[in-house]
């Protein structure tokens, strides 16, 4: 029959999808690693004296970056973390702490041009603040949380679809 055939196809498809997305943990670490080479890039930018267009579209990348990666942990990883790692609550109250740290200098260098007094000593800071923010995470929480029973894969796919939201994308559809 040609509909059970199109639906064989439809849910391999879908499952070949499915099993292509990372975990929550991956996806979460490539965010990390992307973030940590916009901050290299930025430093690069400052010594060589670039022009404030340029640090200041790099910075914007940065900052808009960390909203979503930010937006995408509070939302859905630490309520996960807090219900699955009871006795590990003050891990995710420190990460929520170092957010909100984050998000005040994103607010900051977001008002601020590249001109300005302190402008490449904020985002220095704030690369600073999420260097120390992703050791604690992928050193002590995300090893934790793999011990777990939660489903990384599922928790990954629900964060790929918000971050997609969340920067006006289109989640891909499987066929």
Do not use: W
């Amino acid at each position: 029959m040609p509909t059970t055939s199109t639906q064989s196809r439809k849910s391999t498809t879908t499952r070949s999808a499915a099993s292509r997305q990372p975990d929550a943990i991956k996806l979460l670490t490539r965010d990390h690693k992307d973030v940590k080479a916009l901050f290299k890039e930025y430093e690069k930018l400052v010594k060589a004296e670039a022009e404030e267009s340029q640090k200041q579209a790099l910075a914007e990348q940065i900052c808009e970056m960390l909203t979503v990666h930010t937006q995408i942990e509070e939302e859905l990883v630490y309520p996960a973390a807090y219900e699955t790692l009871e006795d590990e609550a003050d891990l995710v109250d420190e990460a929520q702490v170092e957010h909100a740290s984050a998000k005040d200098l994103i607010k900051q260098i977001r008002t601020m041009q590249p001109s300005d007094d302190l402008y490449d000593a904020k985002v220095t800071v704030l690369g600073e603040y999420v260097e120390h923010h992703v050791k604690e995470e992928e050193k002590e929480m995300f090893p934790k949380l793999k011990k777990t029973e939660l489903d990384l894969k599922e928790l990954g796919a629900s964060l790929q679809a918000r971050k997609n939201e969340l920067m006006g994308e289109e989640a891909p559809k499987a066929h």
